[in-house]
């Protein structure tokens, strides 16, 4: 499964607990739609370092590196060791 698939996965079953009509897209907009919010955020940030083993350093707690699935995984990507 891809990093995307999983946080997709991840914000669909976990903080929306399956109750989204429409498919998310990549690049939907979750903090600006009200799809999380700063509890969503932490939630997230949670699983993100847990899920990949990752360390996220608070200056990267941006609203904008977890505005859409898209710039979420592009975050993931910078810290995963490969």
């Given at each position: 499964m891809s990093t995307s698939d999983s946080i997709r996965d991840?914000?669909?079953g976990e903080i929306l607990h399956g109750t989204l009509k429409d498919p998310l897209h990549d690049q939907d907009s979750l903090i600006e739609s009200g799809i999380i919010d700063s509890m969503g955020v932490m939630?997230?940030?949670?699983?993100?370092?847990?899920?990949?083993?990752?360390?996220?350093?608070?200056?990267?707690?941006?609203?904008?590196?977890f505005e859409s699935i898209s710039t979420i995984t592009t975050l993931v990507d910078r810290h995963l060791v490969r």
């Amino acid at each position: 499964m891809s990093t995307s698939d999983s946080i997709r996965d991840f914000i669909t079953g976990e903080i929306l607990h399956g109750t989204l009509k429409d498919p998310l897209h990549d690049q939907d907009s979750l903090i600006e739609s009200g799809i999380i919010d700063s509890m969503g955020v932490m939630t997230l940030l949670a699983f993100l370092e847990d899920k990949f083993s990752i360390q996220i350093p608070g200056d990267e707690l941006l609203p904008e590196n977890f505005e859409s699935i898209s710039t979420i995984t592009t975050l993931v990507d910078r810290h995963l060791v490969r």
